[in-house]
């Protein structure tokens, strides 16, 4: 496994992490979820991804209980959340970055986690209604209070994120490293063209999300939503309407071309392709299975064999069908 | 129930909250005080405001005893207390915010309330006796150290709570974000002119008290003081005095004959009126029975009534018979 | 009794207060000194002097027991402490005012006085051989840790106080309110003169001791030394040498012709001409014995007495045999 | 034992120090820590240099215990430990700088140490991969936190520590105020050129290692590498080639006439010399033996006869033979 720095701070994360969006608590149970971070480990993976609204809570719960259970030392591992959904539709306690919230919440995740710290706090989303400066401080006084080490934003603009650093910096406060964008070949210009400066001028990392967005690019929506897909899921129409976009689904399949020639999937060339950018820290990928977390792996071999030719070519497929 | 924010921060405040200004711990008792509360959060209060000096800090016990008892999550609601009067009346115990009282004000408090912190604690008067710098450092450091969230004054000139904003920017404290201002129909320069700039400028919210001008808004001073009145116990002559002047029992009879075209009564008038102003965060309603909150409540919808036709034609009738 | 503010800060201090120099410890038992304590407060002082090197750390012992069987509520004194001179003669732990020492010094100074905090803590001396900065960081340090309420110093020179309160300013660090200068007839020149611009530019306040000079003011030193005097005491040649100074006792037979005239003794003229100066915030007097401190405290009803013309009396009778 | 100021702080630390690379918990029980320790205070040494990766980290428990068993007043004593080359070659875990090691590190280290804080807390070497702002934060933090009471670096380079030190300044954190460099007659460059600037800008100061030149100042390599010497242990190949060096030996064979004339061994002169440099504060040496410590300690005396001639001859034998 390779490290990388995220962004200009100190901190090494394996290039390729493991997240749990929807899957803890819903789809896997505690063993499997234990033998998935396992197996991550293994592989050289130190960064597990999480955040207080996926399952509701229930996915730092499982997490916590299986870290508790593998009892690897603390130094060992990189372990996030992410605050700003919140668990509960009333005042401040979702939909909100304010200071009462963002202090609750906290505590709360380090509850459900079993653990005295986070590595990795995140704002994940912006909020338009409080400001950008109460929530410099609440996330500041985390880190100042030892309750996490580093923070950064989810999906903020490039504008919030340099008025959070410049805000911190003038006040003395901690200052955000990182953010999590979704990435992969469908959703590219946030990272790609937004947030240009900000690798410069604040030392950006990124912990992106969605690498094969949502699925669609592994290659397994061309003939429709399959039974076992979390898209079949009750109120998820949304996202089964995305995953079966036609356009979307023959780019995939010229892309499983290249794959072939490469001798890898076509969600490994997604992942690699991810990889080949070097403002990207860590590619988050998915958790549901033991068998995904070992195929998702090897994009690191892929990304080794991706010459600035293929890259070109991966790139002229997709055209500008992207966002 | 609408929810504002309060000011320009993230917290949400419902637009009527309820306080406790002689009555918790004079009038009502234990179980009295828990219904009001009960019946205030059922209509959608998520704000009840106090202070120690409220009867001698049996207000904030009482509070204190039915919140436990209520159980709800400390998350869902805001509590607030203010110092400055004192409890007794000894150097450094009273009409002073000096560090050392403040810092043994807000342990005393929590410990009445039961509380491990407010999320609003209030300078309650400007004290000329202390330097405003030593006031806000004793003030940020009860946010620093967790026991309070925000924090802000009560009846401070617009010159004080720059003054202390500006101190706090520059030596990166926390900054005050609310003041506590009488407001009402018969008191409304501070609010409506000394403050304005401050809206804007470092987006003061505002907790406005005595909507109804101590009952006289209620209309029911207009032959007399009522016997049950506080207005009738010992020691409020003063009161007395207010209550009963002519020339404004004679507008609140005019401000009657709108309210009964609107099917209201003067004081949701009254009330209402306040909601309209767009600089107030809450109006903190009193809470001495559970039928008096049912009907301040209902404010709200007299709020949608009134049209800029309806509030100059309120005005027009008040004059310049006000503060 | 008349309370002062201390300097520009919002602590009240009563005018005149008790220290325990050699006193507590030495020639006062425990019981003694509870009802020296007990006296004092019932004449209206609100604040004991104290210091870690009084009796080598026994003065603060026997207030601290003292205080905890009186069980006064704590927002009710204040007490003070200092640090410089230190316990035992080894490197950082005498003659200091680096980090260490300070740090370890208000630990156990506290343990001492089985207080959880001091209100007053002094730099005892300056220390020429630590940077301001480092004595400044520790001494904010100890506020912001709850330790103490305010700091300042004793015996500094004007350009070291003022360097202090700069550096604090520059920092956003707790500055220095106060320092502890002797102040009497016979010792004017720090008080009067090189203390002047920072009455005004800082708020400097004055906490003075030795207001009988060492004695010689209370004239019981005119027919050489009595028996029961600490001047007495082995190690203590050089106030011996001090109090049977011909000139000055020849100074201190005038002035009781002036207390004879206003119908009190010299020594409480001596504290009531220090009580006329405004910049002095409260009077450290001795506190040996109950009768004493009766004696000391009718020094108030004196300076009442005391006219610009009986002030410039006094001062032409001592002329410049001052420091 | 003479005392010197640690830089520009006010921290007194004993001229000759004793240090512990390899030595504890390799070739030394804890029985001979313990008398080690006795026999250097007996000495009037105050300051034990270790580091976490001194011995895998024995070298700090060993010293715990020892200290635990000699039961010295905490503020008699100057503790220290150092931290980036790790306990394990793992990412955040060795060779880094960045927030999770250090805050996990010095949590580690107090542990093994049986403390509550260490006096000084060094980064033991410079680390490129983190940014000098990261570190600063968390060292500051660490003094913040009550860990540690000062904090500087080892071998870094001037430009380094003065980016450190500027960064601490412009946030208001507490800044480096010491270095610990390799210094003795053959390692020169670094502490009389490189640094020169930095005691006059910033008052750093100095805690050298290394004065024999890992022994090679002795004189006991002269004839080849003793089978007791540390220089024979697996893994220490580059130690035996460096002791060996032809010319450097000869060199020390020409101070050993010096040292003869001075009535001393090569040792003591070689240290002797470096105590004629006012920018060291302290020179750490070896305490593997007793009599090694007992011998080291008399360069004190030797000091005092080093002449500003017999300096000159010293350096001149020297010649330009030092990095």
Chains 1, 2, 3, 4 share one sequence.
Not at 79 to 98: D, I, R
Not at 295 to 302: G, L, P, R, S
């Amino acid at each position: 496994m390779n490290y990388r720095r995220l962004g200009r701070s100190g901190l090494q994360v394996s290039e390729l992490s493991i997240g749990s969006w929807v899957t803890y608590g819903n789809q896997v149970d505690r063993r499997a979820a234990r033998e998935s971070l396992a197996a991550a480990r293994d592989a050289g993976v130190n960064f597990f991804d999480n955040a207080e609204v996926y399952a509701g809570g229930k996915s730092e719960e499982i997490m916590g209980h299986a870290l508790k259970e593998l009892a690897w030392p603390r130094i060992s591992y990189v372990v996030s959340t992410k605050f700003y959904w919140g668990l509960h539709e009333a005042p401040n306690q979702y939909h909100t970055l304010n200071r009462k919230y963002l202090l609750h919440a906290i505590d709360a995740s380090l509850h459900r986690l079993q653990l005295d710290y986070v590595d990795l706090v995140f704002c994940h989303r912006p909020d338009p209604n409080t400001p950008i400066e109460e929530t410099v401080w609440a996330m500041s006084d985390m880190i100042a209070r030892g309750k996490a080490l580093y923070w950064g934003t989810s999906e903020w603009s490039a504008d919030e994120i340099r008025a959070a650093y410049e805000i911190a910096e003038r006040h003395h406060l901690h200052k955000p490293v990182m953010e999590q964008p979704q990435y992969n070949l469908f959703c590219r210009k946030r990272v790609e063209q937004q947030y240009m400066r900000l690798y410069e001028d604040i030392g950006l990392g990124l912990t992106t999300w969605s690498p094969l967005a949502s699925g669609l690019l592994t290659g397994k929506y061309r003939d429709g939503v399959p039974a076992d897909s979390r898209a079949q899921l009750q109120g998820y129409d949304w996202l089964r309407t995305q995953l079966t976009d036609a356009g979307k689904n023959n780019i995939v399949g010229q892309l499983g071309q290249i794959a072939d020639e490469l001798g890898c999937t076509v969600g490994q060339l997604a992942i690699a392709w991810i990889l080949k950018n070097p403002n990207v820290s860590t590619v988050i990928t998915g958790a549901s299975r033991i068998e995904q977390i070992h195929e998702n792996m090897k994009a690191q071999e892929v990304a080794v064999k991706i010459t600035p030719e293929i890259k070109l070519k991966i790139e002229e497929v997709v055209g500008d069908a992207y966002q």
